[in-house]
């Protein structure tokens, strides 16, 4: 992690804007054309859902204002980001995991198995509050969804690490779309680059 150099930012002036707003997170809703990637996990044996994780955590590695963080007040860029996720235990609570960036996918799938195995064995609920290295994610299988809203606490989050849900995959078109939900702090990003992280996101299923 270093300092963030303000000054040599396009952004400073939204930056000191935004980051002192009662909500300064926004969001939108999307879907995403995985349509490859399933195809792809059925053939590799891969989960899908790891899979999912997988490139969504490499497309935000590769946007500098997703691995920016508020520290004590001021600006910070980490050298890279995991991702956590909630899953099911088998009595319908759920537990999460923090996901390592792995280097391929194979190795993202064998180690996320494994984990999601212990812990749902271990019945362990890890909050991670003390990371901020990180993207919170969660997935909502049940449910095809057009909009979300998280629960908050202000306190803990104003480093504005982002959070990113994924919903029931449906047929449309004959494609596979997937509902996809980001929330970011608007200090830290615009539009511009929750766009971008989408973009990366397609081309990396299209390049599987």
Not at 19 to 24: E, G, L, R, S, V
Not at 58 to 63: S, T, V
Not at 86 to 98: A, E, R, V
């Amino acid at each position: 992690m270093k300092k963030f150099d303000l000054d040599l930012w396009n952004r400073k002036s939204q930056y000191e804007f935004f980051k002192n707003f009662d909500d300064p997170f926004f969001g939108l809703t999307t879907t995403i054309d995985v349509t490859n990637l399933y195809t792809y996990c059925k053939a590799n044996n891969l989960s899908f859902s790891l899979a999912v994780l997988f490139i969504s955590m490499k497309a935000a590695n590769e946007i500098t204002e997703f691995k920016l963080r508020i520290v004590n007040d001021e600006l910070y860029e980490l050298d890279s980001i995991e991702i956590g996720s909630t899953f099911l235990n088998d009595d319908n609570s759920f537990f999460f995991g923090l996901f390592k960036n792995e280097a391929t996918i194979f190795d993202f799938d064998k180690k996320g198995k494994e984990l999601i195995k212990q812990l749902k064995e271990g019945k362990i609920f890890e909050e991670h509050w003390n990371k901020i290295d990180l993207i919170f994610g969660s997935t909502v299988p049940w449910v095809s969804f057009t909009s979300i809203k998280h629960a908050r606490n202000y306190e803990r989050e104003k480093s504005g690490i982002p959070k990113f849900v994924f919903g029931k995959r449906f047929e449309q078109n004959d494609k596979l779309l997937l509902p996809f939900s980001i929330e970011v702090h608007h200090a830290l990003m615009d539009g511009f680059h929750v766009g971008q992280l989408i973009e990366i996101i397609e081309q990396k299923i299209i390049n599987l």
